[in-house]
């Protein structure tokens, strides 16, 4: 698997963007449980809570899955819809570190992970159409297991460290910007390539 994620530019971008993924994913993560935290005392409303979010993300995700995954992916193309949650992220961290409250990590939160389930990941699938088959399975197996565990990693050491040095969750939010930032870039990158290498294809 290790050999066919790296065996070229494309591939090793597709790993990029699964790893900036999960890396901007942590950092959302602690920073809605470090909000949660100091915003509800017993654990039991923290609890309902999150089931909250997670019945608001599954209802939106079934809502654009069902009418609007297929159409934008037609309409705007691979490059734009692989683009969405970098640009998500860029207003969704932005905004946490203006107003870090639990309002805000909400809407950022379940707007990110409906548009994950519902255009991000099966835009990632159109990805891999263009690889040769061999490196389609091991290489995608490989990428969707190794690199998003080590993406997670990366952002719970960064997470940490930062915090380590001092950096509040306001600061954090502002690191995470240039980073969704650079996940944009690769994201369009890829549906561009994406789009090239089908067309050479055909």
């Given amino acids: 698997g290790l050999g066919h994620a790296f065996n070229s530019v494309y591939l090793i971008n597709v790993s990029v963007y699964i790893l900036l993924f999960a890396v901007t994913s942590t950092f959302l993560y602690f920073q809605q449980a470090d909000i949660v935290r ?89 990805l891999f159409t263009v690889v040769p088959r061999e490196d389609k399975y091991k290489a995608k197996s490989f990428i969707d297991t190794v690199i998003y565990r080590l993406g997670d990693q990366v952002g719970a050491w960064s997470y940490a460290g930062l915090g380590a040095v001092g950096i509040a969750l306001t600061g954090i939010s502002i690191v995470a910007v240039p980073v969704s930032i650079a996940w944009l870039v690769n994201g369009l990158w890829l549906g561009r390539t994406q789009a090239r290498l089908e067309s050479a294809r055909e």
Avoid: H, K, M
């Fill in 38 to 126: 100091q915003s509800f005392a017993d654990r039991g409303a923290r609890t309902a809570f999150f089931a909250r979010v997670d019945l608001w993300v599954n209802v939106l995700t079934l809502g654009a899955q069902l009418f609007l995954t297929g159409q934008v992916l037609r309409l705007i193309g691979v490059a734009l819809t692989l683009a969405l949650l970098p640009l998500v992220s860029i207003a969704g961290f932005g905004a946490l570190a203006l107003t870090p409250t639990v309002a805000v990590v909400v809407a950022y939160q379940v707007i990110r992970r409906a548009g994950n389930f519902a255009f991000a990941r099966p835009t990632r699938e159109v």
